[in-house]
């Protein structure tokens, strides 16, 4: 049995069917870091992503493996600039 810490645990728990779950999971496999804790209660309330993204949406926490890990991380800030760009 798969750890729901795991990577491939939380994968199946919250990437079911792709989208950002998928793609965070498989960015954590590339050795960005560990799953620290999975928000389990998504699996029953997953409208929480789109309607709390800052609070009870969350996916997981990490522990990042280096401090270089972060260099390609956004902040909320940059993240709304980011998206401001793009339409």
Known sequence: MTSPRSAEGLQGRIGRGGGI???CVRHLRAGVGEIV??????????????????????????????????????DEAAYNTFVKGLG
């Open 37 to 74: 804790e999975g928000n389990a209660a998504l699996a029953d309330a997953p409208g929480d992503v789109i309607a709390e993204p800052m609070g009870k949406g969350w996916f997981f926490k990490i522990r990042l493996s280096t401090s270089r890990s972060s260099d390609s991380l956004m």
């Open 21 to 23: 779950g998928q793609g």
